[in-house]
């Protein structure tokens, strides 16, 4: 008898955990690719940023280069990454617009400070040996990226 309510227990975890899990499923169907994304930034050195729809956004290609926008310049260079998530951006280029937002030269310093870069749903995590630099949200594709 003690098997047996054992053995039903065990089962009711095992329901409940599979039973948990669902939001899950649906969290990692999220995440995207780090290349061909659309990446807004929404956090950076812990603040957060409220971009328009231009600002504070970059794209990997699967070239190896990558190709974004500041607060008022656009920004181009080249990426280096490994199955490990390890991450090297730059050097970078930028437009040379005067730039009154403070935010963007942090954010031209933080891409080419990275190492690495971690995913979570949705959202891309720029890491510097560790220490979170900025987190990014996928645009929504359009149709024809689907």
């Given at each position: 008898?003690?098997?047996?309510?054992?053995?039903?227990?065990?089962?009711?975890?095992?329901?409940?955990?599979?039973?948990?899990?669902?939001?899950?499923?649906?969290?990692?169907?999220?995440?995207?690719?780090?290349e061909?994304?659309?990446?807004?930034?929404?956090?950076?050195?812990g603040?957060?940023?409220?971009?328009?729809?231009?600002?504070?956004?970059?794209?990997?290609?699967?070239?190896?280069?990558?190709?974004?926008?500041?607060?008022?310049?656009?920004?181009?260079?080249?990426?280096?990454?490994?199955?490990?998530?390890?991450?090297?951006?730059?050097?970078?280029?930028?437009?040379?617009?005067?730039?009154?937002?403070?935010?963007?030269?942090?954010?031209?310093?933080?891409?080419?400070?990275?190492?690495?870069?971690?995913?979570?749903?949705?959202?891309?995590?720029?890491?510097?040996?560790?220490?979170?630099?900025?987190?990014?949200?996928?645009?929504?594709?359009?149709p024809?990226?689907?």
């Open positions: 008898m003690k098997t047996s309510n054992l053995l039903l227990r065990l089962l009711a975890v095992a329901l409940l955990m599979v039973g948990c899990c669902a939001p899950c499923r649906t969290y990692q169907k999220q995440q995207r690719p780090l061909d994304t659309e990446w807004q930034l929404i956090q950076l050195h603040r957060k940023i409220t971009p328009t729809d231009e600002n504070f956004s970059l794209r990997f290609t699967p070239g190896g280069e990558v190709q974004g926008r500041g607060a008022c310049n656009r920004l181009m260079g080249s990426y280096t990454t490994t199955k490990e998530r390890s991450l090297k951006i730059g050097p970078l280029a930028s437009t040379r617009m005067l730039c009154r937002d403070p935010h963007e030269s942090e954010f031209f310093a933080a891409l080419e400070k990275a190492t690495h870069y971690e995913m979570d749903g949705p959202m891309m995590l720029l890491l510097s040996d560790g220490d979170l630099l900025a987190i990014f949200q996928s645009k929504a594709p359009s024809a990226q689907e």
